[in-house]
């Protein structure tokens, strides 16, 4: 059963304490593994798109890595306005998916950095 | 208006009432999507839509009639509701898939109470 596992539930980070969040993926072909940033009350904002092992992007503090079994998370040096639940979700290949572009979601990180 | 708006933002209704949610985009997708958000769960897709035609039902209730009268706007008919239906409904947008990048982009959701 394709899967999306986030760790840890709970982050708690002092302003300037750098760390990274986790998302672990059992899908049988990935076609994109998808990072949205969700404020409370708000609909996910997309971040970042990756779609093969070894790829990197960056968004000033966040940078998004991918391998073939998780991707990370990185926030360096964060502020107090990074604070927002961190979505990852996965889609799958056309073999697999079939003809929608449907994501497959994890539960999320809830990041809280304190001034 | 921008990216992808919902409305109405807030909804309270009881068991027999019917109401529906509306979703609007301005950004020339031609593939929209209902999700459902609960609380400690991660997001659960319900209906996609590529080039208005429904391609995927996610197994959901009767409860739930979706409708896609064109490619910019998309409507959850809701009639009969049960409590556990309270959740966040977020729509999203995306172009379908082989027509470009595939992000799903999201609206602000709406918040239903049922009673």
């Known amino acids: 059963e394709d899967q999306v596992t986030q760790s840890p539930e709970a982050l708690r980070l002092q302003e300037g304490e750098s760390s990274s969040l986790n998302c672990s993926y059992t899908?049988?072909?990935?076609?994109?593994l998808f990072w949205y940033r969700q404020d409370p009350g708000k609909g996910p904002e997309f971040l970042f798109t990756?779609?093969?092992a070894g790829e990197e992007k960056e968004k000033e503090r966040l940078k998004a890595t991918l391998t073939k079994k998780e991707s990370f998370l990185h926030i360096t040096a964060p502020k107090p306005e990074d604070s927002a639940t961190y979505l990852c979700?996965?889609?799958?290949?056309?073999?697999?998916?079939?003809?929608?572009?449907?994501?497959?979601f994890g539960t999320g990180t809830l990041l809280a950095v304190q001034p | 208006e921008t990216g992808v708006t919902q409305t109405p933002r807030h909804l309270v209704m009881g068991m027999t009432n019917k109401k529906s949610l509306k979703c609007e985009q301005h950004?020339?997708?031609?593939?929209m999507y209902w999700y459902k958000q609960s609380a400690k769960k991660p997001l659960e897709l319900m209906f996609v839509?590529?080039?208005?035609?429904?391609?995927e039902n996610n197994s959901v209730p009767s409860r739930f009639s979706p409708e896609c009268p064109n490619s910019s706007h998309l409507f959850l008919h809701l009639h009969t509701l049960q409590p556990e239906d309270s959740a966040l409904y977020l729509c999203?947008?995306?172009?379908?898939?082989?027509?470009?990048?595939?992000?799903?982009?999201f609206g602000p959701g709406t918040r239903l109470l049922v009673l």
């Open positions: 950004l020339g997708h031609n593939a």
């Open positions: 979700a996965v889609q799958e290949d056309e073999i697999r998916g079939g003809a929608t572009n449907k994501l497959i």
């Open positions: 990756l779609y093969s």
């Open positions: 899908v049988s072909g990935l076609r994109g």
């Open positions: 839509y590529s080039l208005e035609e429904r391609v």
């Open positions: 999203a947008s995306s172009r379908a898939r082989g027509w470009g990048q595939e992000t799903q982009y």
